[in-house]
């Protein structure tokens, strides 16, 4: 790898879901580069996605050695008279089974630099260089999340992951093994980045990187009035074209419903010590909302470091006593969700169902879900997992790509990313709290707030026409053209509604 502002990654796992006409010795048949496995262990693995909602058991395993492997297997595909599907799998990290096939294959191809952001990090600090958009787990392949967007606290500043590209390799529904630019095949490119894999999979990313800092100040505050703390989080992200003023790197936050210790497993910052709770601070209606920013620094800014801060936090209006601050190596922090990971897996509590909602939200109801969601149907009940709430900048994604978002300049990323826990307490059972994501759904509808689902998740195709609203029919144009006979990823069940999850899911990524 050169110390270039461009550098290629390819992507590394596939699904192929094959008709149940289909034998699997005929697949060995493609003489794929890679390894065909019916191995009982390794079907059983890729039956699974981290949500633990739903099962489906593949037909077979497939580790392939290069994107042509890929590209014949979906040209297979497109002249199979049995007509069997095509769908990346990458990291399993769906929640509604999207990352599972039935009577299928799973591929994994191995690139250069490595399948995951984590592996694409280490390899590019080595020569001093980041990538700029981050999500705040590194264990998911760079195609996963550029197939849905890829977001975290930096997307207000630097935009999501699927506007920090300059260049792909696809597998279209056709079997062809394109390359595709803002230049070259440009509708191809804005179709694939967040496009649910419906339309090619992805064997090569250029990703934009930037130079990467060696540090990070890391702080948290707390408030107890929502509308000054989303006043706040709205005039830090405002700051991203300001050089004079200067700027956070990463704003995020979240809500406190309950009366548990504000440590959650995104993160372990508060130190167990001198455990902070709810009751030791007037909470507006038992909430408490808590900002997390930080400043990224090296050896030649760490002595300018404090003024930076203090000077961006003058005009904050957070509680005054509850400022906590740590530095951290730059690696460390954006590896922070892994670590805690490793706590609960250590636990037996990371292997559980994970129900979790996350929502796009327009900043003009904001209020109103604060209302009826945080202070109404969350109330005080206990949590499982926290409640990410941040604010993002409409301009900095292209609305040319397949990603939808709500129709105002800025809107929130709400994510109730909950684990259903099996301790004898029904406010954390998968049944209580998948009852609880339809009803704070039926609120938004019922109220007017014209949210969309982030990873989305619909059962009917009506649903998914709503969701990409005025988008609807250049996505359709591009299935027609790129995967005309709808191959690719179908368990996203957007043109075959009739296909549920108790028989067969599959997922991009």
């Given at each position: 790898?050169?110390?270039?502002?461009?550098?290629?990654?390819?992507?590394?796992?596939?699904?192929?879901?094959?008709?149940?006409?289909?034998?699997?010795?005929?697949?060995?048949?493609?003489?794929?580069?890679?390894?065909?496995?019916?191995d009982?262990?390794?079907?059983?693995?890729?039956?699974?996605?981290?949500?633990?909602?739903?099962?489906?058991?593949?037909?077979?395993?497939?580790?392939?050695?290069?994107?042509?492997?890929?590209?014949?297997l979906?040209?297979?595909?497109?002249?199979?008279?049995?007509?069997?599907t095509?769908?990346?799998?990458?990291?399993?990290?769906?929640?509604?089974?999207?990352?599972?096939?039935?009577?299928?294959?799973?591929?994994?191809?191995?690139?250069?630099?490595?399948?995951?952001?984590?592996?694409?990090?280490?390899?590019?600090?080595?020569?001093?260089?980041?990538?700029?958009?981050?999500?705040?787990?590194?264990?998911?392949?760079?195609?996963?999340?550029?197939?849905?967007?890829?977001?975290?606290?930096?997307?207000?500043?630097?935009?999501?992951?699927?506007?920090?590209?300059?260049?792909?390799?696809?597998?279209?529904?056709?079997?062809e093994?394109?390359?595709?630019?803002?230049e070259?095949?440009?509708?191809?490119?804005?179709?694939?980045?967040?496009?649910?894999?419906?339309?090619?999979?992805?064997?090569?990313?250029?990703?934009?990187?930037?130079?990467?800092?060696?540090?990070v100040?890391w702080?948290?505050?707390?408030?107890?009035?929502?509308?000054?703390?989303?006043?706040?989080?709205?005039?830090?992200?405002?700051?991203?074209?300001?050089?004079?003023s200067?700027?956070?790197?990463?704003?995020?936050?979240?809500?406190?419903?309950?009366?548990?210790?504000?440590?959650?497993?995104?993160?372990?910052?508060?130190?167990?010590?001198?455990?902070?709770?709810?009751?030791?601070?007037?909470?507006?209606?038992?909430?408490?909302?808590?900002?997390?920013?930080?400043?990224?620094?090296?050896?030649?800014?760490?002595?300018?470091?404090?003024?930076?801060?203090?000077?961006?936090?003058?005009?904050?209006?957070?509680?005054?006593?509850?400022?906590?601050?740590t530095?951290?190596?730059?690696?460390?922090?954006?590896?922070?969700?892994?670590?805690?990971?490793?706590?609960?897996?250590?636990?037996?509590?990371?292997?559980?169902?994970?129900?979790?909602?996350?929502?796009?939200?327009?900043k003009?109801?904001?209020?109103?879900?604060?209302?009826?969601?945080?202070k109404?149907?969350?109330?005080?009940?206990?949590?499982?997992?926290?409640?990410?709430?941040?604010?993002?900048?409409?301009?900095?994604?292209?609305?040319?790509?397949?990603?939808?978002?709500?129709?105002?300049?800025?809107?929130?990323?709400?994510a109730?990313?909950?684990?259903?826990?099996?301790?004898?307490?029904?406010?954390?059972?998968?049944?209580?709290?998948?009852?609880?994501?339809?009803?704070?759904?039926?609120?938004?509808?019922?109220?007017?707030?014209?949210?969309?689902?982030?990873?989305?998740?619909?059962?009917?195709?009506?649903?998914?026409?709503?969701?990409f609203?005025?988008?609807?029919?250049?996505?359709?144009?591009?299935?027609?053209?790129?995967?005309?006979?709808?191959?690719?990823?179908?368990g996203?069940?957007?043109?075959?509604?009739?296909?549920?999850?108790?028989?067969?899911?599959?997922?991009?990524?």
């Amino acid at each position: 790898m050169t110390t270039k502002l461009l550098l290629t990654f390819a992507i590394c796992r596939l699904i192929v879901t094959v008709g149940l006409t289909v034998d699997p010795s005929e697949l060995l048949l493609l003489g794929v580069d890679g390894q065909l496995s019916v191995d009982p262990f390794e079907v059983e693995t890729a039956s699974l996605d981290f949500g633990l909602l739903t099962r489906a058991e593949p037909m077979a395993v497939l580790h392939p050695g290069s994107a042509d492997d890929i590209a014949r297997l979906v040209r297979a595909a497109y002249i199979s008279s049995h007509g069997f599907t095509v769908s990346a799998r990458g990291h399993g990290h769906s929640i509604n089974g999207q990352a599972q096939t039935s009577n299928g294959v799973e591929k994994h191809v191995e690139v250069w630099g490595g399948e995951l952001w984590i592996d694409v990090l280490r390899s590019t600090l080595e020569h001093g260089l980041a990538p700029k958009s981050w999500t705040d787990y590194l264990y998911l392949s760079v195609g996963g999340t550029l197939s849905n967007g890829g977001i975290s606290g930096q997307a207000f500043n630097h935009g999501p992951q699927i506007s920090n590209v300059y260049e792909l390799d696809v597998v279209t529904g056709k079997g062809e093994i394109l390359t595709c630019s803002e230049e070259k095949n440009s509708e191809l490119f804005h179709a694939v980045l967040g496009g649910l894999g419906q339309f090619g999979i992805i064997t090569r990313a250029r990703i934009a990187l930037e130079p990467a800092p060696q540090r990070v100040r890391w702080i948290r505050v707390l408030y107890s009035n929502f509308s000054t703390f989303t006043r706040d989080q709205e005039h830090l992200i405002s700051l991203h074209g300001n050089p004079i003023s200067g700027k956070f790197d990463y704003v995020e936050g979240f809500v406190i419903v309950d009366e548990g210790l504000i440590n959650n497993w995104r993160s372990s910052f508060f130190s167990p010590r001198n455990p902070v709770k709810i009751s030791s601070i007037a909470g507006n209606g038992g909430v408490l909302y808590c900002l997390e920013i930080t400043k990224n620094y090296d050896e030649s800014t760490a002595g300018n470091i404090d003024q930076e801060v203090e000077a961006l936090m003058k005009g904050l209006n957070f509680i005054p006593s509850s400022v906590f601050t740590t530095d951290l190596p730059y690696i460390d922090f954006l590896d922070r969700v892994h670590k805690a990971e490793l706590k609960l897996r250590a636990k037996g509590l990371w292997e559980v169902p994970h129900p979790w909602l996350n929502l796009f939200v327009p900043k003009s109801r904001m209020a109103d879900l604060d209302r009826g969601v945080f202070k109404g149907i969350l109330g005080n009940n206990k949590t499982s997992g926290p409640i990410l709430i941040y604010p993002m900048n409409k301009s900095k994604w292209d609305q040319r790509s397949s990603a939808v978002t709500p129709d105002e300049d800025v809107f929130y990323l709400v994510a109730l990313l909950r684990s259903a826990l099996d301790n004898g307490e029904e406010t954390q059972s998968l049944e209580y709290l998948t009852n609880q994501n339809h009803k704070i759904l039926r609120f938004c509808d019922d109220a007017g707030i014209k949210v969309k689902q982030y990873l989305p998740h619909y059962t009917t195709q009506e649903e998914w026409m709503d969701h990409f609203g005025d988008k609807w029919d250049q996505f359709y144009r591009r299935k027609m053209e790129f995967d005309p006979r709808q191959l690719l990823a179908t368990g996203q069940r957007i043109f075959n509604p009739s296909f549920t999850s108790s028989t067969e899911t599959v997922s991009p990524w």
